[in-house]
């Protein structure tokens, strides 16, 4: 059975840190490229960070600079380094793997993250 579970967030204040971390179990981790996304009320999912099987990241422009995204491929855990938060990074954030063949996509429950004062 293939989990993804996403722990992490919280309330923090404009210019504060979080770091998230999804667990995966069930799938090969190092055949999988890992994401997180987010989804705010009433708007469209977006993709925040990636980062491949290899180690290649790439990030969405408005947390480019402030968020880094990393994998531990023994722990099976990948996680978001999330800094200088603004109150628009409020949003839902959920763990995604997609195996390299593009067959397998799977997801984590979502953990809610607030900036606010």
């Known amino acids: 059975q293939v989990q993804l579970v996403d722990s992490g967030g919280g309330l923090v204040q404009p210019g504060g840190s979080l770091r998230l971390s999804c667990a995966a179990s069930?799938?090969?981790?190092?055949?999988?490229?890992m994401g997180w996304y987010r989804q705010a009320p009433g708007k469209e999912p977006e993709l925040v960070a990636r980062i491949t099987n290899a180690g290649i990241t790439n990030y969405a422009a408005s947390v480019k600079g402030r968020f880094t995204i990393s994998r531990d491929n023994a722990k099976n855990t990948v996680t978001l380094q999330m800094n200088s938060l603004e109150p628009e990074d409020t949003a839902v954030y959920s763990c995604?793997?997609?195996?390299?063949?593009?067959?397998?996509?799977?997801w984590g429950q979502g953990t809610q993250v607030t900036v606010s004062s």
């Open positions: 995604n793997s997609r195996d390299i063949w593009g067959s397998y996509e799977y």
């Open positions: 069930g799938i090969i981790f190092r055949n999988n490229h």
